[in-house]
T-cell receptor
Framework: KAGVTQTPRYLIKTRGQQVTLSCSPI?????VSWYQQTPGQGLQFLFE???????NKGNFPGRFSGRQFSNSRSEMNVSTLELGDSALYLC?????????????FGPGTRLTVL | GENVEQHPSTLSVQEGDSAVIKCTYS??????FPWYKQELGKRPQLIID?????GEKKDQRIAVTLNKTAKHFSLHITETQPEDSAVYFC?????????FGKGTRLHILP
């Protein structure tokens, strides 16, 4: 079974721009969660999508948004980029809702904001 | 807000010795406690997990203990090997959200 994939793997943007990241979960998995990983803050939960609905949201500003399609693929969008948004963005999938279940992580998208 | 504290942030042990990483959580609704290992440049991978109705779980050289009363759980790695060098993250999950610790960088010294 193919693992979780993310595209693109690397991105360089400038402040004020917007960016869209994509995540394809393991086949059959219906939950996709997004995380921001930085050296200082570790892994921080952004949001979870299950069956095309945002189920949970972490403490991030409204500039961070996402969606999920009927095939469970998910996209994350960050608008009006700030320097502090530079990070590794990881998505993870699980068979059902992520609460209480193992999540399988993708390789991440490394975003650099200049 | 709710949080998970993880200690130490860096740990160096001699090959063959044991390593212990400790986490405390604040949300009493947490019922699932996974540990993830992230090797340099790679994605996090689950190495062991424990649910709130269990006090201890072991898988070969890795064990996790949970003290619900103290809101404390620990990862124990025995007979450490070079391939154990990585960053380890603990997490506490409720049915609706998950909070990760900030990670422990484990160095295995030859």
């Amino acid at each position: 079974k193919a693992g979780v994939t993310q595209t693109p793997r690397y991105l360089i943007k400038t402040r004020g721009q917007q960016v869209t990241l994509s995540c394809s979960p393991i086949s059959g998995h219906r939950s996709v969660s997004w995380y921001q990983q930085t050296p200082g803050q570790g892994l921080q939960f952004l949001f979870e999508y299950f069956s095309e609905t945002q189920r949970n949201k972490g403490n991030f500003p409204g500039r961070f948004s996402g969606r999920q399609f009927s095939n469970s693929r998910s996209e994350m969008n960050v608008s009006t980029l700030e320097l502090g948004d530079s990070a590794l963005y990881l998505c993870a999938s699980s068979l059902w809702e992520m609460g209480g279940r193992e999540q399988f992580f993708g390789p991440g998208t490394r975003l650099t904001v200049l | 807000g709710e949080n998970v504290e993880q200690h130490p942030s860096t740990l160096s042990v001699q090959e063959g010795d044991s390593a212990v990483i400790k986490c405390t959580y604040s949300d009493s609704a947490s019922n699932y406690f996974p540990w993830y290992k992230q090797e340099l440049g790679k994605r996090p991978q689950l190495i062991i997990d424990i649910r709130s109705n269990v006090g201890e779980k072991k898988d070969q050289r890795i064990a996790v203990t949970l003290n619900k009363t103290a809101k404390h759980f620990s990862l124990h790695i025995t007979e450490t090997q070079p391939e154990d060098s990585a960053v380890y993250f603990c997490a506490a999950s409720t049915n609706d959200k998950i909070i990760f610790g900030k990670g422990t960088r484990l160095h295995i010294l030859p």
